[in-house]
């Protein structure tokens, strides 16, 4: 667990950093690092999901992902939900924080190098993909803090919680996260960063949390397939 330990405190030490820093920044200066952020996710998300399709066993899975996914999430109204915790505690009470949350969330959690790295580290004790993503996650803490402010901290016991969860899994069952399952968990992840940084960009308001469930469709899937093979 040390990797993910390392992983959640450069999510907090970079939230504080950017968090001092978005004391003095001029709006303009947000409202660009507001495009970056959407292009970076718009970017990393599509990659995610097209560099994936090749690796899936079952094509047409990620749309009754989306599908299920989105429909049970509405009902839930989880994007709502979320927004109105958020804005209820932020000061301003703009949407921002929750909008920068959710995004952050994302790009911490749905990538190759959190999802796999703690599954390496249980299997192997090989940290070195939980080291890179801590790295990664640094950087991009500091520039999402010092656009939405402190309240961007939340994002790292998500993670710890997300990756912990992967690295438990693992070390009970080897084959229990398998590369099948990563595939089709990352192309349905890939296109909820690709929503939200279509948000970002004002483009279009996907409400990316309402399709979390969909992550749960594939897993459900493949034990399934398991138990009736």
Same mark, same amino acid.
């Given at each position: 667990?040390?990797?993910?330990?390392?992983?959640?405190?450069?999510?907090?030490?970079?939230?504080?950093?950017?968090?001092?820093?978005?004391?003095?920044?001029?709006?303009?200066?947000?409202?660009?690092?507001?495009?970056?952020?959407?292009?970076?996710?718009?970017?990393?998300?599509?990659?995610?999901?097209?560099?994936?399709?090749?690796?899936?066993? *079952?094509? +047409?899975?990620? %749309?009754? /992902?989306? #599908?299920?996914?989105?429909?049970?999430?509405?009902? !839930?109204? &989880?994007? =709502?939900?979320?927004?109105?915790?958020?804005?209820?505690?932020?000061?301003?009470?703009?949407s921002h924080l929750a909008d920068g949350l959710s995004t952050a969330i994302l790009l911490y959690c749905i990538g190759p190098l959190s999802m796999l790295g703690p599954v390496i580290a249980?299997?192997?004790?090989?940290?070195?993909?939980?080291?890179?993503?801590?790295?990664?996650?640094?950087?991009?803490?500091?520039?999402f803090a010092s656009t939405y402010g402190i309240g961007m901290v939340l994002a790292a016991p998500v993670l710890f919680c997300w990756q912990?969860?992967? *690295?438990? +899994?693992?070390? %009970?069952? /080897?084959? #229990?996260?398998?590369?099948?399952?990563?595939?089709? !968990?990352? &192309?349905? =992840?890939?296109?909820?960063?690709?929503?939200?940084?279509?948000?970002?960009?004002?483009?279009?308001?996907?409400?990316?949390?309402?399709?979390?469930?969909?992550?749960?469709?594939?897993?459900?899937?493949?034990?399934?397939?398991?138990?009736?093979?």
């Amino acid at each position: 667990m040390i990797g993910t330990i390392v992983n959640t405190c450069t999510i907090i030490a970079g939230s504080i950093v950017g968090a001092v820093m978005h004391r003095g920044i001029d709006e303009k200066y947000k409202n660009v690092l507001y495009t970056g952020l959407g292009l970076a996710s718009v970017a990393i998300g599509l990659n995610a999901t097209i560099s994936n399709f090749a690796k899936s066993e *079952y094509p +047409v899975l990620f %749309i009754v /992902a989306i #599908a299920i996914g989105g429909v049970v999430g509405t009902w !839930l109204d &989880i994007d =709502g939900r979320f927004k109105r915790l958020v804005n209820k505690r932020s000061k301003d009470g703009t949407s921002h924080l929750a909008d920068g949350l959710s995004t952050a969330i994302l790009l911490y959690c749905i990538g190759p190098l959190s999802m796999l790295g703690p599954v390496i580290a249980a299997l192997k004790g090989d940290n070195t993909f939980l080291f890179t993503n801590a790295t990664l996650d640094l950087v991009s803490s500091i520039v999402f803090a010092s656009t939405y402010g402190i309240g961007m901290v939340l994002a790292a016991p998500v993670l710890f919680c997300w990756q912990g969860l992967f *690295y438990l +899994v693992a070390s %009970i069952s /080897a084959s #229990a996260v398998s590369d099948a399952l990563m595939a089709e !968990l990352l &192309i349905v =992840g890939g296109l909820m960063i690709t929503g939200s940084g279509l948000s970002l960009l004002q483009l279009k308001d996907c409400k990316t949390l309402n399709l979390l469930p969909a992550l749960l469709v594939p897993v459900i899937w493949f034990l399934l397939h398991a138990a009736f093979q």
